[in-house]
């Protein structure tokens, strides 16, 4: 046997066992993407692509051949990514307001692959989820400059849902009107309360009329259908490309730092994971002196950094408040199972509905 036969009669032989090996792989990747459809994650995790390509090039001994390897972990990747989005293309992901929203837009930058579904108002979409008509639900639950969406937290609290990941949207408000129109026509704005408060003082300064609507694409929805060149609407540019209207003027908002937190909620709790370092849960407490003080000295003293704390009428009882919290760290180490189990002795209830690795920010450009 020359030389040449022998290495081809190798190479064959490799061959048959990643042929086999690679079946292997894509039936994994088949399970992930089921697990993306329970929790509501996004096929692309840059975060985990990372760290497969330092943990994997890292077990070669052959520094001649790291890079060629690193190549080739990346279109195994790419390959999985491609069968996956085939495989989800039927997910159904819930949203509140219609089709230019600013939850459009996060859930279509979340989940490139799937359905978006649009429903009324927060309770509908939440409740799409909870009945299954659909996998998941990206409901905004902060804004920069607006604070926080009390009937989302509020759901969050007593619903069922589970939060498997955070993104940050950035919003630019708009001035949207009929083609044609001028600054000086307008006479009155409408939008969603939120997008009004953002804009106040610019409308003030113009004389114009704040009305307020359900949501900002539905605002410009109602400026495109009632033909009147004195009214506009305040909502996001791909909205006015949606709608047939003109943009009469350009980010409007008083903060030019103005960000959305959008949160996915799922069926299922994501699987825990060493990497996760961000958590959110629920508390109440006793109504008894020092309660609160013992159940944030807890956090404390099992080394986890309070991010945000805040409280919320639970409306069961007047003057009864649960509380919010987003921490830093594990929740799901020795010392976070440890800090859950103190907090259950000093608190009346306690529930962990989300841990995860931490928020990351919407990208213009979709990534698969």
């Not at 919010?324 to 976070?336: K, L």
Request: proline share 3%.
């Amino acid at each position: 046997m020359t030389k040449l036969e022998e290495a081809r009669s190798i190479i064959n032989r490799i061959d048959r066992e990643m042929a086999q090996l690679f079946c292997e792989r894509m039936d994994a990747a088949r399970l992930v993407a089921e697990y993306k459809r329970e929790t509501g994650m996004p096929v692309f995790d840059p975060e985990r692509e990372a760290e497969v390509l330092r943990k994997n090039t890292e077990m070669l001994d052959r520094d001649e051949f790291r890079s060629y390897y690193a190549d080739y972990l990346q279109y195994m990747m790419d390959l999985s990514k491609r069968y996956q989005k085939r495989l989800l293309d039927g997910r159904r992901i819930a949203y509140s307001g219609v089709k230019g929203a600013f939850a459009w837009i996060a859930a279509e930058r979340i989940f490139p692959v799937g359905t978006t579904v649009p429903y009324p108002d927060f309770k509908s979409a939440y409740e799409a989820v909870e009945k299954g008509e659909c996998d998941c639900v990206v409901l905004p639950i902060e804004n920069s400059y607006q604070g926080d969406v009390a009937q989302v937290m509020d759901m969050a609290f007593a619903g069922s849902l589970y939060i498997n990941g955070i993104y940050d949207l950035e919003v630019t408000q708009n001035l949207l009107a009929l083609p044609g129109t001028r600054l000086s026509d307008i006479t009155e704005a409408i939008s969603h309360g939120q997008a009004l408060g953002q804009c106040a003082n610019y409308l003030r300064a113009h004389g114009i009329k704040a009305t307020e609507a359900t949501n900002t694409a539905i605002a410009a929805q109602m400026v495109a259908e009632r033909g009147r060149h004195d009214l506009a609407a305040i909502a996001s540019r791909e909205t006015a490309a949606l709608y047939g209207l003109e943009i009469i003027e350009k980010e409007i908002n008083e903060s030019r730092n103005n960000t959305t937190r959008f949160a996915v909620f799922s069926r299922t709790p994501s699987a825990v994971s060493p990497a996760d370092n961000h958590f959110i849960m629920f508390f109440t407490v006793r109504n008894e002196a020092g309660a609160l003080g013992r159940a944030i000295s807890v956090i404390g003293q099992n080394g986890y950094n309070l991010r945000a704390l805040k409280s919320r009428p639970t409306k069961d009882n007047n003057w009864e408040y649960y509380f919010y919290v987003e921490g830093e760290g594990n929740i799901h180490a020795p010392n976070g199972l440890q800090m859950l189990e103190w907090l259950q002795m000093a608190c009346s209830s306690v529930k962990v509905v989300g841990s995860f690795i931490s928020e990351k920010k919407l990208a213009e450009k979709k990534e698969y």
